[in-house]
């Protein structure tokens, strides 16, 4: 046929209709295609560009079609051709749906198809139709544009897939698909694609292709049986059993999907039930098998898990006695599934051995011979019998235990050097040889039994035995004493000056200073005063400060080896001054003079105490060779006092001063001319002025020094020059 006569055939666009959706199985015969879309079909042409026809009823042969159905009806088959798309370039991407269904594995879709045949010189257009397939539910998404295929985007079928000339059947043929791959039951649709590129009325390809009784068969699920046993286990050892299965579509999975399996055992998806028990008793569960097609079958099962025996104990360990070893160990990882009802625990020499069955850890196995070494294991028993025994414990040698005996000592008193002699000595159980030791260097060594001290403390000493081949070292004994401090002595001698004149703020030296008998702590002798409001002490000084008995006290601080010594105490008596010291001293202006030369004197006095010396009378006669009319004195200085009143006179000095404290003093001047003496004989005989300082008559102080009471001036007198030397100068005085 050629497409001349096919663009003259009846073209018949569908148009949706409305119906009741079929069962799952369906057949399609395509009586009359506007029933399509009522049930469940879907038509779209997608073709670039999209051309004058898309799905049309069949043209039977009497109507001027190619070709008659391929039953029923004559016209009863579904067609499209080179209209569906224009030009000679297009492509023709024209899709016709079925009904959603959910497809499985297994199921059956059949159609046929064919296309006219080419008369004898006729040229083939070829064509190609394609059965594609959505999982995606009842979705209709075949894209946009000539390409695009949306969500149909698995192929089933393709009838001419390369577009060759005679590659399409001229006769009706039947196409069979039997899905496979589908991971489980999938809702989706299948659909025929009339796909042919370089198409068109003027194109190299697509001519007229019919479609006729479409059969879908859903696959009919037979009858999947579980097969394989199912054997008793035991607890903790590895078990296998493979089922089988009559049935499936493909592999099948196997699922445990009522009861359970042993703990510790799993079935996998291929029906091997592994693994190792860990639980004991049976076990009942329900096995299912199904396949890719969501058919399934199921059986029941159940698993005896009998107990094991329990595994090894670890970390076997021994610890030797008198006679006897205490054996630990830490209890199996894996007890077979039993309770360990005992623990056998064996101890051998190589030749020898013994055991002890206990519950539990520890067990004490007795009966061996000390001072050989052994080895010891241990073996867990339960129900189902005793295991098998742990790695053995490292040798050990039972030895005869021992003890000492170690009487309290006598507490002693520290000295430089000493020693003294252990006792009681210590004694062992054994009868061996006990050694001896100190755990307080610091206080205390030994050599032998002799103890030598080192210093004031807690002395500790150690009694030890180190044993022998029978014996084990027996526990130090220890005993302590006390090493006390020693005393020290203090010796402080009355004061040479026992009464002291009281002077506030004077000061005396400690005389003599205390003393420590040997030995002694070294400490410095430090001094204090005990009466502070008479007197104080800095280092060896004693200062004054009320009248009173001041009592010194001498002190000696201890050590770690020597106790603070016992205060000692020496006292002096601050009392109120009886004596005033009093003293004077006189000096002449210049040693020579001249009648009528005027002389004066320098005149100084004190009181040097301890007293405060009242009403002290100061005398000065004038000399005879002294004009007394021409003599004048004057205070010229006063230290801790002042001038008397008055401080001026004429005459004799002679006058009173009302107080002249303990260090205290005064100076004075007086002056005046000479005179001829008396007899002219005497004119130039030198003359003495004599001042004086004194108490008042019945003063109650004394002065204890009388002789600087009185103090004497001389003055030379010099003839009168009355001649000149030849060189003019006068005679120098004498």
């Known amino acids: 046929m050629s497409k001349t006569w096919s663009r003259f055939a009846a073209i018949l666009l569908c148009a949706g209709l409305t119906g009741p959706v079929g069962a799952q199985p369906f057949t399609e015969n395509f009586d009359d295609i506007t029933t399509l879309p009522g049930n469940g079909w879907f038509l779209q042409n997608n073709s670039a560009p999209v051309g004058a026809t898309s799905w049309f009823q069949g043209t039977s042969v009497a109507g001027g079609g190619p070709f008659d159905s391929y039953n029923g009806a004559a016209n009863a088959y579904i067609g499209a051709n080179f209209n569906n798309t224009t030009g000679g370039t297009g492509i023709i991407s024209t899709w016709l749906g079925t009904p959603n269904r959910t497809f499985r594995n297994g199921d059956v879709f059949q159609f046929y198809t064919r296309k006219p045949a080419t008369p004898a010189g006729g040229t083939d257009y070829p064509d190609r139709l394609q059965l594609r397939l959505s999982t995606n539910g009842a979705s209709t998404n075949v894209g946009t544009g000539g390409t695009a295929v949306g969500d149909f985007t698995t192929l089933l079928l393709e009838v001419n897939p390369t577009l060759v000339a005679g590659g399409y059947p001229y006769s009706w043929t039947q196409y069979t698909v039997t899905i496979s ?30 479609i006729d009784n479409t059969v879908y068969t859903p696959y009919v699920c037979p009858t999947l049986t579980v097969t394989g046993s199912t054997p008793n286990g035991t607890w903790g ?69 009998v107990p094991g025996l329990p595994g090894a104990p670890t970390d076997v360990n021994a610890t030797p006695g008198d006679a006897q070893i205490s054996v630990n160990w830490t209890t199996p990882a894996l007890d077979g599934g039993d309770p360990i009802s005992s623990y056998t625990a064996t101890c051998t020499d190589g030749a020898d051995s013994h055991s002890q069955t206990v519950p539990a850890a520890p067990a004490v196995v007795t009966g061996l011979t000390n001072g050989n070494a052994y080895t010891c294991s241990v073996t867990a028993t339960n129900v189902a019998g005793t295991g098998a025994a742990s ?95 020693a005393a020290q002595t203090l010796t402080f001698p009355t004061q040479t000056v026992t009464t002291r004149w009281f002077k506030a703020g004077s000061s005396f030296a400690i005389a003599p200073l205390a003393s420590s008998a040997e030995p002694n702590s070294g400490a410095p002798i430090v001094y204090s005063s005990l009466s502070g409001g008479v007197c104080s002490v800095s280092g060896t000084t004693v200062t004054m400060i009320a009248e009173g008995v001041c009592t010194i006290a001498a002190d000696q601080a201890g050590n770690g080896n020597y106790s603070a010594a016992a205060q000692v105490t020496v006292q002096v008596t601050l009392v109120t001054p009886t004596e005033a010291d009093l003293w004077i001293e006189k000096s002449a202006w210049k040693a020579t003079a ?112 009388p002789g600087n009471n009185t103090a004497t001036a001389t003055i030379s007198v010099l003839a009168q020059p009355d001649a000149l030397f030849t060189d003019g100068f006068d005679l120098p005085q004498r």
Do not use: K
């Open 181 to 210: 791959g589908l991971p489980a039951p999938t809702s989706g649709r299948i659909a025929f694609r009339y796909f042919v590129t370089g198409a068109g009325p003027t194109g190299t390809n697509s001519d007229y292709i019919g």
């Open 237 to 305: 050892q590895a078990y296998s059993a493979p089922l089988g299965q009559t049935g499936a579509l493909g592999a099948p999975n196997f699922a445990i999907v009522g009861g359970a399996l042993p703990p510790g055992l799993t079935l996998s998806v291929g029906g091997l039930i592994s693994g190792s028990p860990n639980a004991t008793g049976t076990f009942n569960f329900t096995v299912a098998v199904n396949d890719a097609s969501g058919c399934s079958g199921t059986a029941p099962y159940s698993i005896t898990v």
């Open 391 to 485: 790695a053995a414990s490292a040798a050990v040698t039972p030895m005869g235990e021992q003890t000492i005996t170690f009487g309290a000592q006598a507490d002693r008193v520290y000295s430089p050097g000493g020693t003294f002699p252990i006792a009681p000595l210590a004694s062992a159980s054994s009868g061996l040889a006990v050694t001896y030791g100190s755990a307080t260097a610091g206080v205390c060594t030994v050599s032998g039994s002799t103890v030598s001290i080192v210093s004031a403390g807690t002395c500790t000493l150690t009694a030890d035995q180190a044993g022998n081949g029978a014996w084990n070292p027996a526990p130090q004994a220890t005993q302590s004493l006390t090493i006390a401090q």
């Open 594 to 705: 001249i009648i009528g030369d005027t002389v004066g004197y320098s005149i100084d006095l004190g009181n040097l105490g301890p007293a405060h010396a009242a009403n002290v009378r100061l005398l000065d006669l004038v000399p005879a060779r002294i004009d007394p009319a021409s003599v004048v004195w004057q205070c010229m200085a006063a230290v801790g006092t002042s001038c008397p009143t008055p401080a001026t006179g004429t005459g004799n000095l002679d006058l009173v001063i009302p107080l002249l404290p303990r260090e205290a003093s005064l100076q004075f001047e007086l002056y005046g001319v000479v005179i001829p003496a008396a007899d002219p004989a005497n004119d130039f005989t030198p003359f003495d002025n004599t001042a004086s300082v004194s108490l008042p008559s019945g003063s109650a102080l004394s002065d204890p020094v």
